[in-house]
Each structure stands twice: as structure tokens, then as C-alpha cells.
């Protein structure tokens, strides 16, 4: 064995023999630690585990770790003390650093809605947990990060339920924060509509759609 300089071409030692090496995918081994730690209720070490996975995120693993985040940050919402406020805000900060919020280059028209929805989200919890002094900053940051979700919204189908959870998320922001009831019902009865529209006589085409059944039926 011989180990080459950075900088020695391989031309140069066209005697040695080279071996190739396939090691497990630590991509597979992270989400399976991370589905196992869910499953004894460890949410916060499920998030960690796929932080060690490189972008973009597969679906299964956008979906496990946005689940396993959201389960770590509402029952800190439903504290709602100051203490679980700055917890909060540290853990969802680490997040979107870890996602490139707001924007990454690897990121897909589905990624641009789920993570922008989800700072949204996040901006929404703290809106509500903070004083008065510091819940406007939240509130707009939060309306900002639901509008850059809503630019790529059109390239999914009406179907998708990264596409119907950002709606319904939307709807509450109005009704809960903004206190806009006409403005939340807008938007939850145009997703219902547009789902339903265009499931209408779609048939077996429904069975070809890459989704959840059960979690669209749920979201709607």
C-alpha cells in the first residue's frame, strides 16, 4: 500500500493496485436510528440523528424529522413559560440552520413549501409565547416565511399533503393570530375545493398519486 500526495497524479504509480470499498449508507442507518428513537418517544434525539444527513432530505426523511421537530416544539408551546419560549426558539434555530433556511439550492418545489411552512409555524408558536414587545417581529416573520411558501405552492398537486398542511397551518395563523376569521376560511375552503375538484372522476388515477392517502383524508 502506498498513500498518495494531494497533489501526486495517478499516472505516476501505474504499478499499484486500487480497491474499492463500499461501506453501509449512513443516510439508511441515520433515519432508522431516528425511526427506532421515535418509537421510544425520543423526539428530540430522532431530529439530531438526521441532522447528520446531508441535503436534500428524501421524502422519508423531510417527513420523520419535520414530525419528530413538531412534537418536540408543541408541548414547549403548551407550556408557554419564557424559559420554554428561549428553548424553543434555540431548538427551531438550530433547525432551519441545518434545513439552509430560507432558501437552498438543493431544495425542491416541495421542500420550498414544507420548510418555509415550517419557520412559519415556528414564528406562530413564538408569536404567542413572547410579550408584547417581541410577538409583532414574530408575527411578521411569520407571515413572511407563509408567503414564501405559498410562491411554489402551484407545482404540487392539490392532492399533495405538504400542500394542503401548508394551507390549513395558513388558515389558523389568520383566524388565531391575525384574528382575520373571513381570511382563514378564504384559504381552508379554496384547498378543500381545489382537492376535491380535482380528485372528481380522477378514478385509479388517484391510486398512482405518490401520497398518503390517510394523511390527505386527515389534512382535508
Keep these: ?12 504509480v501505474p504499478s499499484l493496485t486500487w480497491h474499492l470499498i ?24 430522532a431530529v439530531l440523528h438526521l441532522q447528520t444527513c446531508q441535503l436534500p432530505l428524501s421524502r422519508g426523511e423531510r417527513e420523520c424529522l419535520i414530525r419528530n421537530a ?14 420554554d419560549a428561549a428553548e424553543l426558539e434555540t431548538f427551531s434555530t438550530s433547525l432551519l440552520d441545518f434545513l439552509g433556511w430560507p432558501h437552498h439550492d ?38 413572511d416565511a407563509y408567503q414564501a411558501a405559498l410562491v411554489p405552492i402551484q407545482d404540487l398537486s392539490p392532492l399533495n399533503p ?22 382563514a376560511i378564504e384559504i381552508a375552503r379554496h384547498a378543500f375545493d381545489e382537492a376535491v375538484g380535482f ?7 388517484w391510486e398512482l398519486e405518490d401520497f398518503d392517502k390517510a394523511a390527505v383524508r386527515e389534512v382535508l
Design 1 to 12: 500500500e502506498e498513500l498518495l500526495d494531494d497533489d501526486q497524479e495517478i499516472q505516476e
Design 22 to 45: 463500499f461501506a453501509s449508507s449512513s443516510r439508511s442507518t441515520a433515519l432508522a436510528a431516528a425511526q427506532r428513537a421515535e418509537e421510544l418517544q425520543g423526539h428530540q434525539e
Design 70 to 83: 413538531k412534537k418536540v416544539m408543541q408541548p414547549l408551546r403548551m407550556k408557554g413559560s419564557p424559559a
Design 106 to 143: 438543493s431544495w425542491s418545489a416541495e421542500d420550498e413549501v414544507c420548510y418555509n411552512g415550517l419557520a412559519g409555524d415556528v414564528h406562530r408558536y413564538l408569536a404567542s409565547m413572547v410579550g408584547p414587545d417581541l410577538s409583532g417581529e414574530h408575527v411578521q416573520k411569520a407571515s
Design 162 to 183: 405538504v400542500r394542503l398542511g401548508l394551507c390549513l397551518n395558513c388558515a389558523v395563523f389568520h383566524h388565531e393570530v391575525l384574528e382575520d376569521r373571513d381570511k
Design 199 to 205: 380528485n372528481l372522476g380522477r378514478g385509479e388515477e
